[in-house]
């Protein structure tokens, strides 16, 4: 079964610092790879996906992602924190063949900033 | 345009009882899932619809749950006899996946705001 691990429950870095938040998925021949953020009281907004291609994809809100096969990774990335980026963060994926294309997600990673 | 939308927002019941949860996809958006979230976890994958059909409900944890898509665009979530640990966060998704997608094709699913279930 397919699955998803973020082996970091919370994050807290002060704004304006980089941030990575690691992520990684079981074997699959052709993972399709997804980060979504969720704010308190809000639903899940996709920040980017990555289907083929190019392992480095840009998101919104200055996010980018970096898909690594060797190392079934898929670690979001972000040069400088702003404090509106408090928020949990979740990576999710989903296979080709998988039927119905639903996603497997990690339990996600809770980021703080300090101001 | 309108996103995903979900009502209730919150519901809040007692063991035992029936509850309903709607969900609105976007408009044009030929699949739609549930998910489930529950405290301090991920989403859950509950049951997907392509068009009016459930294709693949094989996270329904049991047959207390149920869901709906009759003219392919609204769904319902049933839960009947609800107990405390359906209390959770309830998540409905589409993507405009189209009925003849092709093998290796997927798309982005936009979420809804959640219903909040609580079981009393």
């Known amino acids: 079964a397919q699955s998803v691990t973020q082996p970091d429950i919370h994050i807290t870095v002060s704004e304006g610092a980089s941030l990575e938040l690691r992520c990684n998925y079981s074997?699959?021949?052709?993972?399709?790879l997804f980060w979504y953020v969720q704010s308190p009281g809000q639903g899940l907004q996709l920040l980017l996906k990555y289907f083929s291609g190019d392992t480095l994809v840009q998101g919104i809100k200055g996010f980018e992602a970096e898909f690594k096969r060797s190392q079934s990774s898929f670690n979001l990335r972000k040069p400088s924190v702003h404090w509106s980026d408090a928020a949990e963060y979740f990576c999710?994926?989903?296979?080709?063949?998988?039927?119905?294309?639903?996603?497997?997600f990690g339990k996600g990673t809770k980021l703080s900033v300090i101001p | 345009g309108a996103g995903v939308s979900q009502t209730p927002s919150n519901k809040v019941t007692e063991k035992g009882k029936y509850v309903e949860l709607r969900c609105d996809p976007i408009s044009g958006h030929t699949a739609l899932y549930w998910y489930r979230q529950s405290l301090g976890q991920g989403p859950e994958f509950l049951i997907y619809?392509?068009?009016?059909?459930?294709?693949?409900d094989s996270g329904l944890p049991n047959d207390r749950f149920f869901a709906v898509r009759p003219e392919g665009s609204v769904s319902t979530l049933k839960i009947q006899r609800t107990e405390r640990g359906d209390s959770a966060v309830y998540l409905c998704?589409?993507?405009?996946?189209?009925?003849?997608?092709?093998?290796?094709?997927?798309?982005?699913?936009?979420f809804g705001p959640g219903t909040r279930l609580t079981v009393l």
């Open positions: 074997y699959g021949a052709t993972p399709y």
């Open positions: 619809f392509q068009g009016t059909g459930a294709a693949d």
């Open positions: 999710a994926v989903t296979y080709s063949g998988a039927g119905s294309y639903q996603l497997t």
């Open positions: 998704a589409s993507s405009p996946l189209p009925l003849s997608g092709r093998v290796g094709s997927t798309d982005t699913q936009y």
